[in-house]
């Protein structure tokens, strides 16, 4: 349990849905992360928050819109996906946005785009 | 360009040691780390090494940092089959920006 949890584990969706994912940090930090893991590709950076803004957005399509209400809260809205974006959707927080902070993962979202 | 690679796959016998490799590009890189990732969980830190260090020791783990070469390497001691996991290399680029490595798949064998 590393703090950091993610609802739901696992979603399946057709393309003309609009769905959100959910990550909770309970370490008090105050930046968040969404990662996108796909079947051998490296971990993708998607979005990066620090203090609830936006201070990275690594070219993703505007079909997933990132909202962060409060330090603690991070959600990934999701609408009109295609199939290629099923992957493990991966949260992960840290303390600051410094290079030496660690980032704790939660268990992921796995995402079925039918 | 920016890119952790990692051997895929590596399989040994209970009770050996294991060692994963990764090489880096960015050696401007402070911080490098190893994570494991278990069948259907998220990340899970296992050590990481500052740039400005050879060596770190945590229990059955040992990081090695080659900086002149751009590599890392982590031993696991005594290898248990509690220890099947992807192992993850990343480098740190500052800002929170972590680039991965694809993933070394260990298998430990009985």
């Known amino acids: 349990e590393t703090g950091v949890t993610q609802t739901p584990r696992h979603l399946v969706m057709g393309m003309t849905n609009k769905k959100s994912l959910k990550c909770e940090q309970h370490?008090?930090?105050?930046?968040m992360y969404w990662y996108k893991q796909s079947a051998k590709k490296p971990l993708e950076l998607m979005f990066v928050y620090s203090l609830e803004e936006r201070v990275e957005n690594n070219s993703v399509p505007s079909r997933f819109s990132p909202e962060c209400p409060n330090s603690s809260h991070l959600f990934l809205h999701l609408h009109t996906l295609q199939p290629e974006d099923s992957a493990l959707y991966l949260c992960?927080?840290?303390?600051?946005?410094?290079?030496?902070?660690?980032?704790?993962f939660g268990p992921g979202t796995r995402l079925t785009v039918l | 360009g920016e890119d952790v690679e990692q051997s895929l796959f590596l399989s040994v016998r209970e009770g050996d040691s294991s060692v994963i490799n990764c090489t880096y590009t960015?050696?401007?890189?402070?911080?490098l780390y190893w994570y494991k990732q278990e069948p259907g969980a998220g990340l899970q830190l296992l050590t990481y090494i500052f740039s400005n260090m050879d060596m770190k020791q945590d229990q059955r783990l040992t990081v090695l940092l080659n900086k002149k070469d751009k590599h890392l390497s982590l031993r696991i001691a005594d290898t248990q089959t509690g220890d099947s996991a992807i192992y993850f290399c990343?480098?740190?680029?500052?800002?929170?920006?972590?680039?991965f490595g694809k993933g070394t798949k260990l298998s430990v064998k009985p």
């Open positions: 992960a927080s840290s303390q600051f946005l410094a290079g030496t902070d660690t980032q704790y």
């Open positions: 960015d050696s401007s890189s402070t911080y």
């Open positions: 370490l008090g930090h105050n930046a």
């Open positions: 990343a480098e740190s680029m500052g800002k929170g920006n972590l680039i």
